[in-house]
DNA sequence: TACCATACCTACTAATCCAGTAAGGAATTA
DNA sequence: TAATTCCTTACTGGATTAGTAGGTATGGTA
């Protein structure tokens, strides 16, 4: 398990997928602009979350990436797991017997710490943050905005695109 | 809140320093030997460590490095804390207006998530880790077999060096 | 006292990873 | 057909990691 910035825009930008899971895909230029991230990172790193299934690209006008699963089967940890691959686990298992076991013992204690990290962040799902009080109202207040604009630019993408450039 | 190779490295030492707290100090060449980290690197870290009052050193012969405070005083999130230095916190705050709050919305959530996970950290200590069922045992074990042969060749030193040097 | 083991400090370096750039192809809709 | 978007690959500057090298300071021991 490890932790860095990359996993926090898989998961800030998942957050983002969950939050609109009812309006429609979201595109990347759209998370690009508001999170201001570069969009062809934002492929690389979303090239991975598909792999996992954890997202479903959408082609075309109109289009971008919805969510793999329903936002309560989505954990934290899986999303990090995605992209930021394994910390290299020592050595230990057999090469050399391991210093007459001391090497084992701390490296035992590691995994247990890990574990127990990993089943924190596993229990831990993109629907119980964006279900927390508060943030549905900003969500849907923001949905509404778009959706209002939306009637007259068709596509989300519009919107966005106008946001982005501040008018 | 990050978590890479370079905080295993001094979770794990740390978790030696505790597992060898009553035995006096433990040099950083003994457990470069038994972990196989750098000597230099080791030494890099622990200067952070020391910053924090994580540890103290003892110098001269006989010397090394032992726990600043109890090990149940010490968390997991201090230590890696200490090593390494957060993430760069999203630099919404101020510049423009977060495009109409759904940068600041994401940014909130996984504000939330940082601190949910610092928290979960924070309550684990390096004791909870050296107490648990079967550590101790070997622990002890290794202490003695250690404490046979420091008889014969005082310091403790003196058996790893021996160790390290494959005899 | 001389010697040695250790902490402690600073500067340098090779390798790796992060984050981004660039350029294009493939699928879908209008 | 044209526009939009996903999807893929290759390249790049900069940061970080992990290690090297070379010292100084301090304390225990012969």
Redesign the interface.
Known sequence: ?????KG?YA??AM??LA?HDHTGPVTLADIS????ISLSYLEQLFAKLRKEGLVEGVRGPGGGYRLGRPASQIS?AEIIHAVDEA??V?RCLGSKDC?????C???Q??E??SH??YE??DG?TLAS??S?PG?RE??RR?DT?ASRIATMFPPRTAFSAM??QGR
């Open positions: 398990m490890k932790l860095s910035t926090r998961v800030t957050m983002d939050l602009n508001c999170q201001g934290i910390i290299d020592t210093h007459g076991g001391e090497k013992l701390t490296h204690l590691w247990d710490l127990r990290l924190f962040l831990l943050f964006i927390r943030v900003v969500s923001q905005t946001v982005a």
